[in-house]
């Protein structure tokens, strides 16, 4: 016997567990750190290049559209950190008691680091 499956989903009346939510930010921030790797290793090569150089780099990461991807890298590598250390956690111990709770120390510990970045390119 079939059992009626759903043709279209609202992912808006979906309920993801909070590990879940952790998961797929730990895989977003993992390809937005990808995706910046080329570019933060080119702009590290440029400030080493010399003192004027460092300069115009400096200029440079002062202009906004240079300051919005640089906060969401630094945030994607706090996330990337705080979810791998917990998944580390879960490959060594077995599967938590407080998966929900490691979950949210996550999530609290990333916005932290989205404070913290902010306050470091302002």
Known sequence: MDLPRPI???LT????PMMALVSILHRISGVVLAIATPFLLYYFSVSLDSVDSYQQLLQQI???S???PLVLVMWAFGHHVFAGFRLLL???YGRPVQGKTSAQIVLVLSALSFVLAV???L
Do not use: E, G
Not at 13 to 16: D, H, K, L, N, P
């Open 8 to 10: 279209f989903l609202k």
């Open 13 to 16: 009346q979906i309920r993801m």
């Open 62 to 64: 002062n202009h906004i």
């Open 66 to 68: 240079l300051m919005l």
């Open 90 to 92: 879960i490959d060594f």
């Open 119 to 121: 306050f470091i390119v």
